[in-house]
Every structure is written in C-alpha cells, then in structure tokens.
C-alpha cells in the first residue's frame, strides 16, 4: 500500500518537526560539554603549584628553600611520606603548611592562597589512593596500567622519630640563647669585676641538658625523605657541627661539676675557654642551618 505525503501534509508535519528538534539541541549541547576537555583536579592542582608555589620551590630555583624542589611533580610529591600521606590531609605535612598560612610565607611576592584553593589541595590529597588518575600529570594520557582500576594503597606510618624531629627548629632557641647568656657572663667577668659565675652556671647546666635534645630532633628531621633523599655539604657540616657544640657544652657542663667537687675554689679557666668555644660553634651550626634551609644568599 503507497503512502503519499501531500502538500498539506507536509505543511502540518513541519512544526511538529521544528519542536522536535528544538527540544533536542539542549541534548546534544549536554553531550558535547561533556566531551569537552573539563581539567581534572590534578590539573588544577598543578597550576595552582606553578602560580604560587613554584617560585620558591619549583625545579628551576637555584636555592630552593627547605631544599624541596619538586612541588610540580605531583607523581614524585605524592610519594615522598614526609609530606604527603595518601588519603589523609590532615595529617600531611604540606597540607599542614598551607592551611596554617606557612605556604606561601608572608614575605612571598604571591598572594595567600584562597580557602577555595586550599579546599582544592585538601581534595586532591584526600583522593590520592583512591583513584590512579590523581597522579597523572596534566596534558599526559593515563598510561596502560593507569587505566586499571586502582588497588587500595597501603597505609603509609610515618616514624615517630621524623614526627618529633620536626621539632627541632623550635627546640634550638633556648639552648642558643642559653649559651651565649653564658658566654657573655664570662666575658663580662673577663673585662670586669662582676661576679656573675651563678649565672653562667646555671645557663651552662640548663643549654648542657637542652642542646642534647635539640640535637637529637635535628638528626631525626634529617633523616626524613624531605633531607635523605638529598646530599648538601651544608646539612652535613650543619648536622656535625651542632654535635660538636653540643659536645663541647656538656664538657663544659662537666668540668665544671667535675671542678668545684674537687676544691672549693674551682678554677674559671677551662669552663670559660669550653663555653666561649661553644659558643662560636652555636653561632657556625646556626649560620648552616640558615643556609640549608633558605640559601647561600638568604640576606642578600
């Protein structure tokens, strides 16, 4: 049986086909948003790492500061475990400088980061381990074993002892000051007739106690991914020195106990020779710890 449209038939089919239409091109619109190159938060990441964190900490930093260079290797970044712990934000030490205002410092030429790119680096952080693409650079195909679904990551533990060696930078104020309050009491009797020995005493015994501790952290943070993966003539001679001077306080600790127990009228000399030598080995580990981590030329 033939079907023959006419004329008016067509003229009542086109409106019906024009709506149809109409109704679909929203549709297609959908789909093709859809395809489009959308940046993953990867990307997003990585850019955000480029504008604001590249500059101190980006490959091409001749002296990059913390001795941490690689902020936009995110594949790299996200397995070093001293800071960064798949899944786990809150306990990463780099998200740990950013959400505190540490990362960019106050003294960057970049501007903070917003809560919205803080949000955005907490995200990432949180969805590594979950998902392999959360470490596909920006602009590379996922490689074949990408494209599998992901395992779930084994728990990383960072040691107790890195943990606490992050204290370290805090722990060396006191033993400093303590130290050189020491040292200047024996000038001071050098010079004068002041009898300020108690006091050198006491600062002696208590930075005697202090710089072992100080000490002990820095050789902890040391040993964390962020420094062991590196070799830099200043963190040795920072790490040896400061066992130096922490060697020669409590030898000056000691021969002073050693010497008054011995006769009521100890001898000042080899006290004040070991304190005055501590000193300038306080003042040499310090200068080192400056350089190793913001530069040879952090005061220019």
Not at 53 to 65: E, F, N, T, Y
Not at 89 to 102: H, N, V
Not at 109 to 114: A, F, I
Not at 232 to 238: A, K, R
Request: hydrophobic content about 45%; some cysteine; proline content about 8%.
């Amino acid at each position: 049986m033939k079907s023959v449209l006419t004329g008016t038939d067509m003229k009542r089919l086109l409106p019906i086909t024009m709506v149809v239409m109409a109704g679909l091109l929203p549709i297609s619109s959908v789909h093709a948003a859809g395809d489009a190159d959308v940046p993953s938060i990867t990307a997003r990441v990585l850019a955000l790492f480029e504008a604001k964190c590249a500059s101190c900490h980006g490959p091409d930093v001749q002296r990059p500061k913390g001795k941490f260079d690689y902020v936009t290797d995110l594949e790299r970044l996200a397995t070093t475990l001293d800071m960064i712990e798949p899944g786990r934000p809150d306990t990463s030490y780099l998200y740990e400088l950013i959400a505190d205002g540490e990362m960019p410092p106050d003294d960057s030429d970049v501007p903070p980061l917003t809560d919205e790119e803080k949000a955005l680096v907490r995200d990432w952080i949180a969805g590594l381990g979950a998902s392999a693409e959360a470490t596909v650079p920006s602009g590379e195909p996922p490689s074949p074993s990408m494209e599998k679904p992901a395992e779930a990551a084994p728990t990383k533990i960072v040691p107790w002892t890195v943990r606490l060696g992050r204290l370290h930078p805090a722990s060396v104020h006191l033993p400093i000051g303590l130290i050189f309050g020491a040292a200047l009491a024996e000038i001071l009797m050098m010079v004068s007739r002041a009898d300020l020995r108690a006091a050198s005493r006491f600062c002696l015994m208590v930075a005697a106690v202090t710089i072992v501790v100080s000490v002990v952290l820095g050789w902890w943070n040391a040993e964390g991914p962020t420094y062991a993966s590196r070799s830099s003539w200043e963190l040795f001679w920072h790490r040896w020195v400061g066992v130096a001077a922490s060697t020669t306080t409590v030898a000056a600790a000691a021969v002073d106990i050693w010497s008054r127990l011995r006769s009521d009228e100890p001898r000042d000399r080899p006290r004040r020779i070991l304190v005055l030598l501590s000193a300038v080995l306080v003042g040499v580990a310090g200068a080192l710890g400056g350089i190793n981590v913001y530069g040879l030329d952090h005061y220019s």
